[in-house]
């Protein structure tokens, strides 16, 4: 499929939806007007493939889910306000399959497992820590991991130097079963295993001056089709 920006990586487009690949440090949705977004660029994607229609309005955009700003990924949008609302229901309910790679500056103790915890939400801070279940404003976070160093290689293209962070680092394969704010950079973290060039939670990029690539991907995105109902697959690697 032809791409209709260079900063546009197109997996899979039909009438209904439009799947894609987020870079690194680009927000999917800006609340700044004018800042370069995902769902401005799909816009004017859109805007292309209709460009010989005269008097066409702004195409119908929907946004499902938001990976942070500095998180490299997989998205799906809504094309249709049907499509929306199915997409939606599906991401409320859980049916979404996200899973990610990260690199992190330690080796968990475990090869694989579960982290559990609760979070909250501070958004002074714009930040997220491990709290009690009492605390009000608590959510419930949960996630799945296994070591898989053989894809390390997987950052060596987007993040040369992050050799220099630590000599114990390792690349875990990361199953989301909730969808908290910060979730998979906050729980590693809590560990002992911070995600490199994390400025928010890895303290050894907390000093460091200049832009720190974030080294958290959703590699891999599974949803039922909104319309066909057909199962959805997209994967990075």
């Not at 060596?156 to 690349?171: E, T, W």
């Not at 990361?174 to 995600?195: M, W």
Request: hydrophobic residues 30%; charged residues 25%.
């Amino acid at each position: 499929m032809r791409n209709h920006s260079k900063n546009l990586h197109i997996l899979f487009e039909d009438a209904h939806i439009i799947v894609c690949e987020k870079p690194h440090g680009l927000a999917t949705q800006s609340r700044r007007i004018g800042s370069p977004d995902m769902e401005n660029l799909i816009k004017r994607h859109l805007y292309e493939e209709f460009s010989g229609n005269d008097g066409q309005k702004e195409p119908y955009l929907a946004v499902i889910h938001r990976p942070d700003q500095p998180v490299r990924g997989i998205l799906v949008f809504a094309k249709t306000p049907a499509a929306a609302r199915e997409l939606n229901r599906e991401l409320q309910n859980g049916d979404f399959g996200k899973y990610y790679l990260a690199l992190t500056s330690h080796t968990p103790a475990e090869a694989s497992g579960t982290l559990e915890h609760y979070l909250y939400k501070d958004s002074k801070t714009n930040t997220a820590s491990i709290c009690t279940p009492e605390k009000k404003g608590a959510k419930r976070a949960r996630l799945s991991y296994e070591v898989c160093n053989s894809l390390i290689d997987f950052y060596k293209n987007v993040a040369p130097d992050f050799k220099s962070d630590s000599g114990d680092m390792a690349l875990l394969k990361v199953h989301l079963d909730t969808g908290r704010f910060h979730q998979i950079r906050c729980q590693l973290s809590a560990i002992g295993c911070p995600i490199v060039g994390d400025t928010k939670y890895n303290p050894t990029c907390q000093n460091t001056k200049g832009w720190q690539t974030l080294c958290l991907c959703a590699y891999r995105l599974e949803f039922l089709h909104p319309v066909t109902h057909k199962k959805m697959t997209f994967s990075l690697i």
